[in-house]
């Protein structure tokens, strides 16, 4: 996997979502602090196809064939194997943007939080 904007083109060019669904509302509270005034609305079917647009950037860069493809993560992946994925493509993303370790958490935590049942648009 990598993280750069070949990754969120890719996402961009498979889901019909912006890849601004992965950022919070930011606001301010009434002392002039900058808050989170609403959540990220990025669902754990958005984080699957961030990760797998992740992969395809790293053999797109490495000039190879991925390995893995969304039927494999959609249809075989085991539940490991996809919490593995969602860690590990919001650890890159909050290393790319430079996140804060706990408002990372704090975003992978809402991710987890989202119905099992969601699955990425698969174009």
């Not at 509302?25 to 647009?53: C, H, Q, R």
């Amino acid at each position: 996997m990598i993280y750069c904007p070949a990754t969120e083109n890719g996402f961009e060019d498979i889901s019909p979502k912006s890849i601004n669904v992965f950022f919070p509302t930011f606001g301010k509270d009434k002392d002039g602090n900058d808050i989170i005034t609403e959540p990220a609305k990025a669902t754990i079917g958005d984080f699957v196809t961030l990760a797998m647009s992740a992969i395809v950037a790293y053999y797109a860069r490495e000039k190879q064939e991925s390995p893995i493809n969304s039927e494999y993560i959609l249809y075989e992946a085991t539940p490991q194997e996809r919490t593995d994925l969602l860690t590990a493509i919001a650890e890159i993303r909050g290393k790319w943007y430079a996140v804060p370790q706990t408002v990372a958490d704090t975003l992978k935590k809402d991710a987890d939080k989202q119905p099992a049942d969601e699955q990425p648009k698969n174009d």
